[in-house]
């Protein structure tokens, strides 16, 4: 009889235990370094992204970590000491996704530090997908067990889908509201699209008078075609009609953005064929710094594509052909360029299946897309004395600067476009874009098609503000992100067919728990670090300094981030009541940092921003000029030389603000 | 229908506490309403600064003058060279500068004019008021400059280190302990402050002084009251608080130069 199982010999107890062992090991490392992290964190930015450097008053930090490193080497034994000896006991399969999770936890106390995500965007990146996978892994190992994984009901699924498009709509909404009322939003573009929002209630068409050096010698205010063709602003038409104030068209632009939410539902519902997908994939969307971004960089037409995207996709994929095709073609008409965005949408219905309905509606969107672009920039553009402008670009095969020449760059000489696309701003841009979703999008190539538009409006750009998060030219990349996005999801959350046998779901299950917290976890992360919703900062301000209120910390001297919303105190409001004792419908000249909340009347100038013949002074009937402390354009001497002019008295003034009135 | 187990009630509740949390977490982060310091863009290096209509007139660190802001997206523009200086004043749209050679000179229209004779002045310190009036310290008496000439004022028996123009006549001076006194209506006024003080910047209804111990005030209605630190937001690091070494008014803003010559402008002085 032997009963008793004799030991298994040390040398296989190390061999069947070394993972486990070294991984303990790497646990204990890691905890004893978050430790040190926290104790020692204005030394950790030099410590990791300037290892070589050795301040002086960083020794005695440095040489702090060695008690730490020591009781975690203490404690790691202990645990490797108890591994050996049930492995000598004969057990196998030791479990690592606990103590890979507590590695990947080390990662953390790194993106808390100020302004690495935007120092740093590839490495954060790396960061951020690392510790995902390590959640992801322990999701999976601890849902190993789960048989099935329920879904949702409908009603629940519409209560946190509505839950999404709520949080989207207040927080950002509150946000870009606060941004307006605290005198943090820009005359560019702000004042340009409120102005153009008004012409349409009183003109019939999008107008501006803002721009006024555009129009020298012309009557205003002028039809804004020359410049853009943002017939998304119909859209913020009636919203401005129930209510006539700027504040109208900054809410209408966050709902009408944040409806990409139900897009992105009725996507994950159909691509992850379950509720619960679709809940998924509408919390990514809201999660996506990007298109948080977009509603605080004041107000762009263009930028309502990509909610209008999702909605088309979406609505094809639950089969309201008709209605997606509505979107469809809404997306080409949102402003010059956006015909293009629609274009990748034509050639995902016509390529991504074998479907004739698809196809031919798919053929109609390219179709619808490439006359209107035909239209607005060789007929109504320039009919107003415009023409699409190519100042972005550089990228143009002979030095013809057209579409064409662009056209021939990318065609006769892709690997010279794909070595302009590797500059170090695209590249960063691409990585805060696709580290949102841990780069799922690099597997979803079923709808790259999305990429087209990017490629197209992007490559060949080289102004560093198409590649800056928030930026409305940057939009084109969007929509590519978030479809491929879901592609990618698709291919590792269906990994066998939802027919599978029970043997093939339990697996199933735990994969799915996996994929989805991997995808939220970066989601979360990333909005943490470049979003907005209970981020680490807000990033409040854009366009390059001095043209800002803020100077915390900046991105390319494009996007001027906060890490606390500013205050709306005395001064703000007492410079609102100025601006609400401004006579109505009246032509007004107005200091810079104000004209944004006085963008409505009909004639809107803004002091150190319209020129243009004859000068603004001498076109209106008013002048409004803020008294705020000015880091862009003080207004002290415009304020100083009216009141000795005989030719204005103070019409209201108060320790904020003074209205001049013509005598 | 019950989702892992968590009936639909229960499910609604979690959710308006998400829901409820997230506004929560968005909306506490408004700074107070407290004024605060806004570092000035592009990281210029100055010494000492002067505030007058047009933004900040600073001494940079080749002790020649430059202005915040610039034209468009320049935060910094250099402006007319003379000899190094040492010193500036500003009125609304008029500046004064003392060269280190001891010599007063005026800006105005982005041209400098010396004045030739005011090496024999020894000059120390100068003062301009918002209706650019200049006020010089020479051999540690006050004296108004004009038409010409140099003009005693009511603080004249005080030994001055400082000055801070207003208007007209009325300027606040340090003497050598950091007291601070007013020139006004012909008086000489002892004018309790907080701390001694090392350097002062004026304008009509406000003073701004920056005490021996680093702490900065502003003075309006004859209250003082303290400004908060300036912070400084590097990469890597969370914000930290800096030195005061100069301060400088207009009539809408307060500007202050940290010891390591960066510029800051008072967020609200309402």
Redesign the interface.
């Known amino acids: 009889m032997s009963d008793i199982q004799s030991p298994i010999p040390w040398e296989i107890a190390f061999i069947r235990s070394w993972q486990k062992l070294a991984s303990t090991a790497l646990a204990a490392l890691a905890v004893a370094s978050i430790i040190w992290d926290l104790r020692y964190?204005?030394f950790?930015?030099?410590f990791v992204?300037a290892p070589d450097v050795i301040a002086p008053g960083s020794v005695a930090a440095r040489d702090a970590l060695f008690p730490y490193v020591a009781v975690g080497a203490v404690v790691s034994l202990g645990l490797g000491v108890r591994t050996l000896l049930q492995a000598r006991r004969g057990r196998n399969g030791f479990l690592l996704h606990r103590e890979l999770l507590c590695t990947g936890l080390a990662v953390v106390p790194l993106l808390t530090?100020?302004?690495?995500e935007f120092?740093h965007p590839l490495f954060t990146a790396l960061l951020v997908v690392v510790f995902s996978l390590a959640v992801g892994l322990a999701a999976s190992r601890e849902t190993v067990a789960w048989r099935r994984l329920?879904d949702?009901?409908r009603?629940?699924a519409q209560?946190?889908v509505a839950?999404a498009y709520?949080?989207f709509v207040?927080?950002i909404g509150?946000?870009a509201y606060?941004r307006y009322i605290t005198f943090h939003a820009a005359v560019a573009d702000l004042s340009a699209e409120v102005n153009a929002v008004a012409g349409i209630l009183r003109h019939g068409v999008p107008t501006i008078s803002v721009g006024a050096f555009f129009y020298d010698g012309k009557p205003l205010p002028s039809p804004y075609f020359n410049l853009h063709v943002p017939l998304a602003d119909y859209l913020f038409a009636p919203f401005y009609a129930l209510y006539r104030q700027p504040s109208s068209i900054v809410w209408a632009q966050v709902l009408l953005m944040g409806s990409g939410t139900f897009g992105a539902y009725l996507v994950g519902h159909r691509w992850l064929e379950s509720r619960s997908g679709g809940v998924l994939a509408a919390w990514l969307y809201v999660l996506t710094p990007n298109v948080q971004g977009f509603c605080l960089h004041d107000v762009h037409a263009n930028v309502i594509a990509i909610p209008f995207i999702m909605l088309a996709v979406g609505l094809m994929e639950a089969g309201h052909a008709k209605g997606a095709l509505a979107f469809a073609i809404m997306t080409a008409l949102c402003r010059e360029e956006t015909p293009i965005y629609a274009i990748g949408l034509g050639l995902y219905w016509l390529f991504s299946s074998e479907d004739r309905r698809r196809f031919r509606y798919g053929a109609v969107v390219i179709a619808v897309s490439v006359c209107f672009e035909l239209f607005v920039s060789s007929y109504l553009m320039p009919q107003f004395g415009g023409h699409p402008n190519w100042y972005h670009f550089n990228l143009f095969f002979d030095g013809t600067h057209s579409g064409a020449g662009l056209l021939e760059a990318l065609l006769l000489n892709p690997l010279g476009a794909l070595f302009f696309s590797t500059a170090q701003v695209k590249l960063e841009y691409f990585a805060i874009s696709v580290v949102s979703v841990g780069g799922l999008a690099l597997w979803g190539w079923r709808a790259g098609w999305f990429l087209v538009p990017a490629v197209l409006l992007l490559a060949p750009a080289w102004d560093p503000t198409f590649f800056s998060l928030g930026v409305n030219y940057s939009a084109p990349l969007i929509p590519a992100a978030l479809l491929m996005t879901l592609a990618g999801l698709q291919r590792f959350w269906m990994a066998a067919p939802a027919s599978a046998t029970n043997e093939k779901a339990q697996p199933l299950a735990s994969r799915r728990v996996a994929v989805a917290a991997y995808a939220l976890s970066c989601a979360l992360l990333s909005n943490y670090l470049y979003g907005?919703?209970?981020s680490k900062t807000?990033k409040l301000e854009y366009g390059?300094?001095?043209?800002?209120?803020?100077?915390?910390?900046n991105y390319l001297d494009i996007i001027g981030y906060v890490?606390?919303?500013?205050?709306?105190?005395?001064?703000e409001k007492?410079l609102w009541q100025v601006i609400d004792r401004v006579p109505k419908n009246v032509p007004i000249l107005t200091s810079n940092l104000i004209n944004p909340q006085l963008a409505h009347y009909d004639i809107s100038f803004a002091q150190?921003f319209s020129n243009g013949n004859p000068p603004p002074e001498q076109r209106v009937q008013y002048i409004v000029l803020d008294?705020?402390?000015?880091?862009?354009?003080?207004?002290?001497?415009d304020v100083?030389r009216l009141r000795l002019d005989q030719r204005w008295k103070i019409f209201y003034e108060n320790?904020?603000g003074v209205i001049f009135k013509r005598r | 229908m019950p989702f892992a187990g968590v009936s639909t009630r229960i499910f609604l509740r979690m959710a308006r506490g998400v829901c409820l949390l997230s506004f929560a977490t968005a909306g506490c982060r408004v700074r107070s309403n407290e004024p605060y310091w806004i570092e000035a863009h592009g990281n210029g290096v100055v010494n000492h600064v002067a505030g007058w209509s047009a933004g900040a007139l600073c001494i940079g660190s080749n002790q020649q003058l430059w202005s915040y802001p610039g034209p468009y997206a320049r935060p910094w523009a250099e402006q007319a060279q003379t000899h190094p200086l040492r010193s500036i004043a500003a009125g609304s749209d008029v500046a004064y500068a003392l060269t280190v050679e001891g010599e007063v000179a005026r800006f105005e229209y982005n041209s400098w004019r010396l004045y030739e004779d005011s090496k024999p002045w020894s000059v120390s310190d100068i003062g301009a008021t918002d209706d650019n009036g200049l006020l010089v310290i020479t051999a540690g008496n006050l004296r108004a400059f004009a038409q010409g000439e140099l003009r005693p004022l009511s603080c004249d028996a005080i030994t001055s280190v400082a000055v801070a123009g207003v208007h007209g006549d009325e300027a606040f001076v340090l003497d050598p302990t950091g007291a601070l006194y007013l020139n006004a209506d012909g008086r000489c006024q002892n004018i309790p402050a907080p701390q001694r003080l090392r350097r002062i910047a004026a304008r009509p209804g406000r003073l701004v002084a920056l005490a021996e111990d680093g702490s900065v005030w502003r003075r309006r209605s004859s209250t003082w009251s303290k400004l908060p630190v300036p912070f400084k937001y590097r990469t890597g690091q969370a914000p930290a608080p800096c030195q005061p070494q100069d301060i400088g008014a207009s009539l809408y803003s307060t500007w202050l130069v940290d010891t390591e010559g960066d510029l800051f402008l008072l967020s609200d002085e309402s």
């Open positions: 964190r204005p950790l930015y030099d992204f530090v100020p302004a690495i120092e329920p949702l009901s009603p629940q209560v946190l839950l709520a949080t207040s927080v509150f946000i606060w907005n919703i209970a807000y390059v300094s001095p043209l800002r209120r803020e100077n915390q910390r890490d606390t919303l500013p205050p709306y105190g005395t001064a007492l150190y008294k705020l402390p000015a880091l862009q354009t003080p207004s002290e001497a100083a320790a904020s």
